[in-house]
C-alpha cells in the first residue's frame, strides 16, 4: 500500500508511452512531400502554385495578398479579384520581397526550397506569421483575422479540408441532398 504506483499501473503507463512512440515514429515515415500550394479564403482557391516554383537558384518567390472593404452589394470574381461578403482580394506575384502596404490589409507568402513561409500580416495576433515553414502534404498555415488558408496538397488530389469541398461539389452520400438523415 505505501507504493504509489502499482505494478499493474507501471505497466500501463510503459504501454502507452511505447504506444506513443511507435505512432510517432510510423508517422515520421510516412510523411511525404506536397507539390502543390493551395491559397484559399474562406473556402475559395485564390491561387494555386507549384510548390517547387521557388526553387529556382534557391531565391525565393513572394505572393502578397491585398485586401479592400467594398460595397456589401457588390460581388464578383474575375481572373485576380475576388470579392466576397464585402472585402476585395487580389493576389500579387513577387520575384523580389515587396513593400509592403501602409494602408489596407495584407498577408505576404513565400515559396522557397520547397517550403511555404507566411512573412508577414497586418493582423493584430501574428500566429499565422509566427507559424514554422510548411512543406509535406496537408500541412496548412491559417490566418483566422483574414480567412485565409494557405495549404500543401500531394499531385493526385485536390484537397483534404472539409470546408472547401463545398465548392467543389456535395461531399459523399449527399447526392440526393440528404446526410444522415438531415436534408439541406
Same mark, same amino acid.
Given at each position: 500500500?505505501?507504493?504509489?504506483?502499482?505494478?499493474?499501473?507501471?505497466?500501463?503507463?510503459?504501454?502507452?508511452?511505447?504506444?506513443?512512440?511507435?505512432?510517432?515514429?510510423?508517422?515520421?515515415?510516412?510523411?511525404?512531400?506536397?507539390?502543390?500550394?493551395?491559397?484559399?479564403?474562406?473556402?475559395?482557391?485564390?491561387? #494555386?502554385?507549384a510548390?517547387?516554383?521557388?526553387?529556382?537558384?534557391? #531565391?525565393?518567390?513572394?505572393?502578397?495578398?491585398?485586401?479592400?472593404?467594398?460595397?456589401?452589394?457588390?460581388? #464578383?470574381?474575375?481572373?485576380?479579384?475576388y470579392?466576397?461578403d464585402?472585402?476585395?482580394?487580389?493576389?500579387?506575384?513577387?520575384?523580389?520581397?515587396?513593400?509592403?502596404?501602409?494602408?489596407?490589409?495584407?498577408?505576404?507568402?513565400?515559396v522557397a526550397?520547397?517550403r511555404?513561409?507566411?512573412?508577414?500580416?497586418?493582423?493584430?495576433?501574428q500566429?499565422?506569421?509566427?507559424?514554422?515553414?510548411?512543406?509535406?502534404?496537408?500541412?496548412?498555415?491559417i490566418?483566422?483575422?483574414?480567412?485565409?488558408?494557405?495549404?500543401?496538397?500531394?499531385?493526385?488530389?485536390?484537397?483534404?479540408?472539409?470546408?472547401d469541398?463545398k465548392?467543389?461539389?456535395?461531399?459523399?452520400?449527399?447526392?440526393?441532398?440528404?446526410?444522415?438523415?438531415?436534408?439541406?
Amino acid at each position: 500500500m505505501n507504493d504509489l504506483l502499482k505494478k499493474a499501473d507501471r505497466i500501463l503507463i510503459i504501454g502507452c508511452l511505447f504506444a506513443a512512440l511507435l505512432l510517432g515514429i510510423f508517422f515520421a515515415l510516412h510523411r511525404t512531400g506536397g507539390s502543390t500550394v493551395r491559397v484559399l479564403r474562406d473556402g475559395i482557391e485564390l491561387k #494555386q502554385i507549384a510548390l517547387h516554383d521557388g526553387d529556382r537558384d534557391s #531565391q525565393a518567390i513572394y505572393f502578397l495578398i491585398k485586401y479592400k472593404v467594398t460595397d456589401r452589394q457588390h460581388k #464578383q470574381k474575375t481572373s485576380k479579384i475576388y470579392t466576397e461578403d464585402a472585402v476585395e482580394t487580389e493576389v500579387i506575384y513577387y520575384e523580389k520581397r515587396p513593400e509592403l502596404p501602409k494602408t489596407g490589409s495584407y498577408n505576404l507568402i513565400s515559396v522557397a526550397d520547397g517550403r511555404v513561409t507566411m512573412e508577414a500580416a497586418d493582423c493584430r495576433d501574428q500566429i499565422c506569421v509566427r507559424h514554422r515553414p510548411i512543406s509535406s502534404d496537408r500541412e496548412n498555415i491559417i490566418c483566422l483575422p483574414h480567412k485565409l488558408v494557405v495549404e500543401i496538397t500531394g499531385s493526385d488530389r485536390q484537397s483534404g479540408t472539409a470546408w472547401d469541398r463545398k465548392t467543389e461539389g456535395n461531399l459523399p452520400g449527399m447526392e440526393d441532398g440528404q446526410l444522415d438523415g438531415v436534408t439541406r
